[in-house]
Structures are given as C-alpha cells and as structure tokens.
C-alpha cells in the first residue's frame, strides 16, 4: 500500500505565475488535509476536503488560494499570481476516516518563488 | 482554538545521552496529543501519541513521552539517543472534536557522535 504521494517535490514559480501542488491520498482514504511550513514555523493548517466537498477551509488566505479534491484523480491545491510569501513547504495528509486522528503525510511540496 | 508551544528550536546533545523536547499545549477543551518525527527531505512520520488510558506512552524506538493534565505537558524523552535520531520532532494536538492538527514550531534535534 504505497503512502501519500505529492509532487512535484519541488517546484519553483516567478512572482505572478501559478502553482499547482497535487496530493494522491493512499489507497482507500477519502479526506484530504492540506498544511503549510513557512520557514521557521511548525505546520498550519489549510484546508480539510472530502471527495468533492470542501469541509473545512478556515485555514486559507481569502485570495488566490483554492483547493480541490474531485471524484477521480488526485486533489489539488491551486495558488494563483504566487507572490515570495507563498514560498514555503506544503504537506499533505489523507485519513481513511472522518476525523483528523490518523492522519498520514505525504513527503511535501516545496514551492520556492523567485 | 488550541496551541502548542515548543520551547527549544535546536538541541545539540552527545551519542547515547540521554534527551528530553519539550512540549507544552493550550486548550479549552479535551485534546489528543501526538509526535511526530521528519527527517530531511521527508514527510511527517507519527512518532507516538497519546489518545487515553495511560499517561506514559512508547515507541518502538525507544521514545517515550508523558501526558502531565495538570502541567499541560507532553515531553518527548530518550534515554540513550543514537546518531539516526537526528531530526526535526513536531508536538501536535487535536480536540476530541476537531479535524486540524495544530503543531509546535518543531525542535531540531541533533545527534553528535
């Protein structure tokens, strides 16, 4: 049973561009957490989904940031105009149940703006 | 809303000594108490985590850490730390009602042979 895979791994942006960041959650799971490292700091929350449901949001900027996590495929997390402040590693966790106890992590996007 | 705070960023400490993170929670309500471990390059791997039942809770690699209700605290401790312990701990909490973790800003852990 392979575990969450993100990628890129890597991934760099000039300031304006987009960033696509994917999740593919392990095998049976159906909830998706997005969380961000900026540098120095522990991980925050972003944005918990369901198989095409946003459930819970409150940790995303108003603006330019959204997220998705469709019937097939893997979810995505979507920064419009990516500004140097985005710069920053994004995990991503999958649980095979409807609350956050046992969440699994992938091994990180690490998106650098130029 | 919860909070976790980790007081020590960096901690240098000798091979086979014995070491201590700290970790100390803020809530209003119940919560579970977890820690994880990363190492360069890699995600977060769940180091151990403390649900109920006893307060003293182990890993498999020899850590073990202590739910103290009254002090709010839930240390991280080895023994005897070996070079492959090198590594970054985050202390994470979640209410019993909650979906998002809430992490510490992580302890650095260095191993010096």
């Known amino acids: 049973n392979a575990g969450v895979m993100q990628n890129p791994r890597h991934l760099v942006r000039r300031r304006g561009q987009e960033a696509r960041l994917r999740c593919s959650p392990m095998?049976?799971?159906?909830?998706v957490y997005w969380y961000r490292q900026l540098p120095e700091e522990g991980l925050k929350f972003m944005v918990y989904?369901?198989?095409?449901?946003?459930?819970?949001e409150s940790g995303m900027p108003k603006e330019r940031f959204s997220a998705e996590f469709p019937k097939e495929g893997p979810s995505i997390l979507r920064i419009q105009q990516v500004v140097r402040g985005d710069s920053a590693a994004y995990f991503c966790?999958?649980?095979?149940?409807?609350?956050?106890?046992?969440?699994?992590f992938g091994p990180g996007t690490r998106l650098t703006v130029t | 809303a919860q909070s976790v705070t980790q007081l020590d960023s960096q901690v240098p400490v000798f091979e086979e000594a014995p070491v201590e993170l700290r970790c100390n929670y803020s809530?209003?309500?119940?919560?579970?108490l977890f820690w994880y471990v990363q190492y360069p390059n890699q995600g977060l791997q769940l180091l151990l985590k403390?649900?109920?039942?006893?307060?003293l809770v182990k890993s498999i690699n020899g850590f073990e850490a202590e739910f103290n209700k009254s002090q709010t605290s839930f240390h991280l401790r080895k023994p005897s730390v070996h070079i492959s312990d090198t590594a970054e701990y985050f202390c994470?909490?979640?209410?019993?009602?909650?979906?998002?973790?809430?992490f510490g800003t992580g302890t650095s852990l260095t191993v010096i042979p």
């Open positions: 809530s209003s309500v119940s919560v579970y």
């Open positions: 095998k049976g799971h159906s909830h």
């Open positions: 994470a909490v979640i209410s019993n009602t909650g979906n998002q973790f809430y």
């Open positions: 989904l369901q198989k095409e449901n946003i459930i819970d």
């Open positions: 403390y649900l109920s039942g006893s307060t």
């Open positions: 966790a999958s649980s095979p149940l409807d609350r956050g106890l046992e969440q699994y």
